[in-house]
T-cell receptor, first 114, second 114 residues
Framework: DQQVKQNSPSLSVQEGRISILNCDYTNSMFDYFLWYKKYPAEGPTFLISISSIKDKNEDGRFTVFLNKSAKHLSLHIVPSQPGDSAVYFCAASGVGTNAGKSTFGDGTTLTVKP | DGGITQSPKYLFRKEGQNVTLSCEQNLNHDAMYWYRQDPGQGLRLIYYSQIVNDFQKGDIAEGYSVSREKKESFPLTVTSAQKNPTAFYLC?????????????FGQGTRLTVV
């Protein structure tokens, strides 16, 4: 059973517009959520994160929103730029002995058109 | 420069052979992880280690083995028992001690069975 789901495999937006990437999770023990960005043939790089005690975290053009009751988070990119075109992975981790282990979604490929 | 290094970048293996992928980090991170990525899919955890001389199986450990003799190194061996080893392999590391720190990834090793 997949505990972290990104239901949209791909998203295409126009440069300058908002990109919204969504992620759902099922495990209520997750208490920290991260977004990573990945270019082809490279390792993912950390983008932004949010703790479960918050509902919003902002870093420049990137904002992550968390809705705990719905077990849903989203990444907003405003304004979108062509260099944002990449695969975006949502990841979740929890407390306890497995606190270091993250569970990843399948990723959403974002294409920003000039 | 501090970072996490995987080698080689490309690796070809004949069927029936074991092959070892290298992962080294100089970030003084406690935990290290091995993930596998197949086309169109997310990152699946193979093995992870939170301390030297100890490691745990991830979700898809069959056909793989690891060791953690030094804090800096976490090599992955793909054995002949792994039925479908062709994939992109990613190594990651992170600090433990507080929930939610991000993982740092290497550049990946693309393994092809010929």
């Amino acid at each position: 059973d997949q505990q972290v789901k990104q239901n949209s495999p791909s998203l295409s937006v126009q440069e300058g517009r908002i990109s919204i990437l969504n992620c759902d999770y099922t495990n209520s023990m997750f208490d920290y959520f991260l977004w990573y960005k990945k270019y082809p043939a490279e390792g993912p790089t950390f983008l932004i994160s949010i703790s479960s005690i918050k509902d919003k975290n902002e870093d420049g053009r990137f904002t992550v929103f968390l809705n705990k009751s719905a077990k849903h988070l989203s990444l907003h990119i405003v304004p979108s730029q062509p260099g944002d075109s990449a695969v975006y992975f949502c990841a979740a981790s929890g407390v306890g002995t497995n606190a270091g282990k993250s569970t990843f979604g399948d990723g959403t490929t974002l294409t920003v058109k000039p | 420069d501090g970072g996490i290094t995987q080698s080689p970048k490309y690796l070809f293996r004949k069927e029936g052979q074991n092959v070892t992928l290298s992962c080294e980090q100089n970030l003084n991170h406690d935990a290290m992880y091995w993930y596998r990525q197949d086309p169109g899919q997310g990152l699946r955890l193979i093995y992870y280690s939170q301390i030297v001389n100890d490691f745990q199986k991830g979700d898809i450990a069959e056909g793989y083995s690891v060791s953690r003799e030094k804090k800096e190194s976490f090599p992955l061996t793909v054995t002949s028992a792994q039925k479908n080893p062709t994939a992109f392999y990613l190594c990651a590391s992170k600090f433990l001690g507080r929930t939610g720190t991000e993982a740092f990834f290497g550049q990946g090793t693309r393994l092809t069975v010929v």
